[in-house]
């Protein structure tokens, strides 16, 4: 005579779903702490409207000009007069690159004025910072 049990047998289950959960959670956090770490040494502007490649340097000179045509070099006042030897001074031989983020609104004859003074101080690239569309 076979007897039954009284309750049936369950396999366990591995549910996944919370693991799913936790991972997204990770996920945002690190792309959270990632985007905190990210610094530009300039001033907040607003920046004009492109698509543009991501930026391949290490700590960059960051050129600010602002729509009132104050010029920033790394967050330091500057002018144009001054501008070729306050850049001297700040840049390295493996990088003569710089950044110029100038405002939409700015003119664009400071702007031409401070890359020309840039041009002067020995800078061959310049990379134009933009806001993706």
């Known amino acids: 005579m076979k007897l039954r049990r009284a309750r049936a ?8 779903i ?4 936790v991972m997204f959670f990770l996920l945002v956090t690190f792309m959270l702490a990632s985007l905190s770490m990210q610094s530009l040494n300039s001033i907040t502007v607003n ?8 930026l391949e340097h290490k700590e960059p000179v960051t ?11 790394d967050k330091t006042p500057t002018t144009l007069s001054s501008m070729v030897f306050t850049l001297k001074t700040m840049l390295t031989e ?16 400071i702007v031409v004025q401070a ?18 569309e």
């Open 47 to 54: 920046l004009p409207q492109g698509n543009a490649p991501n």
């Open 63 to 73: 050129l600010t000009i602002t729509k009132d045509s104050k010029i920033f070099l």
């Open 9 to 16: 047998y369950r396999r366990g289950r591995i549910e996944i």
């Open 18 to 21: 919370p693991m799913i959960d």
């Open 115 to 132: 890359m020309l003074q840039a041009r002067r101080a020995g800078i061959n690239h310049f990379l134009i910072a933009v806001k993706r």
């Open 94 to 109: 493996q990088d003569p690159g710089v950044v110029v983020n100038a405002d939409s609104a700015a003119p664009e004859g």
